[in-house]
């Protein structure tokens, strides 16, 4: 099993241009998260989907929408990128829900200039 | 406000010399806390789960107990590879959905031959 994947590995973004983040977990989680790390802060959730069909707001959703495609895909898309959102972002599963542990995929380095 | 602090936020030790690092955290209600260990580059890699104080678990060289207000993570006789970035995270209640993690910044440990 790959367990949580994520593509792509690096992007680089001028400010107004628009990315979808991909991530597919083959593990049949239930739950998928979309986080954020930046220097000297924790992770911070960005949008979370409970189950196929739903999905809701993080602590910092701003700038943000997803889709949960299906069971396994779970992407973010940034429609006008800001050099705010230079972050590494992380995608992450849970098995039969929210209250499971998470497991997270490899990242996604992103710059905006 | 919900809260989790770690500390120290980095740690340098010699390969043997044992140590602790520390998570305190404020929450209206644990519902688990969770250890990750995180390499540069990579995403976290999930290490243990604590639901209720007095709870202890152990992998390898590391400990991880729980208390009431904090938790503590022992490495016994610490190996380099043992170095690496540890991230402590609480599950509560968040924007009336229930069960999403709250992270600490980390304490980035270093472990000398």
């Known amino acids: 099993n790959a367990g949580v994947t994520q593509t792509p590995k690096f992007q680089v973004l001028k400010t107004g241009q628009s990315m979808t983040l991909q991530c597919a977990q083959d593990?049949?989680?239930?739950?998928m998260y979309w986080y954020r790390q930046d220097p000297g802060m924790g992770l911070r959730l960005i949008y979370y989907?409970?189950?196929?069909?739903?999905?809701d707001k993080g602590e910092v959703p701003n700038g943000y929408n997803v889709s949960r495609l299906n069971k396994r895909e779970f992407s973010l898309r940034l429609e006008s990128a800001a050099p705010s959102q230079t972050s590494v972002y992380f995608c992450?599963?849970?098995?039969?829900?929210?209250?499971?542990?998470?497991?997270f995929g490899p990242g996604t380095r992103l710059t905006v200039l | 406000e919900d809260q989790v602090t770690q500390s120290p936020e980095a740690l340098r030790l010699q390969e043997g010399e044992s140590s602790s690092l520390n998570c305190s955290y404020t929450?209206?209600?644990?519902?688990?806390l969770f250890w990750y260990r995180q390499d540069p580059g990579k995403g976290p890699e999930f290490l243990f789960t604590?639901?209720?104080a007095g709870e202890e678990k152990e992998k390898e060289r590391l400990k991880a107990t729980l208390t009431k207000k904090e938790s503590f993570l022992h490495i016994t006789a610490p190996k380099p590879e043992d170095s690496a970035t540890y991230l402590c995270?609480?599950?509560?209640?968040?924007?009336?959905?229930?069960?999403?993690?709250?992270f600490g910044k980390g304490t980035k440990l270093s472990v000398k031959p």
């Open positions: 992450a599963s849970s098995e039969a829900g929210v209250l499971d542990t998470q497991y």
């Open positions: 995270a609480v599950r509560t209640n968040y924007g009336g959905s229930q069960g999403n993690l709250i």
């Open positions: 604590l639901y209720s």
């Open positions: 929450v209206s209600g644990l519902r688990g």
């Open positions: 593990m049949n989680h239930n739950s």
């Open positions: 989907s409970a189950s196929e069909g739903t999905t």
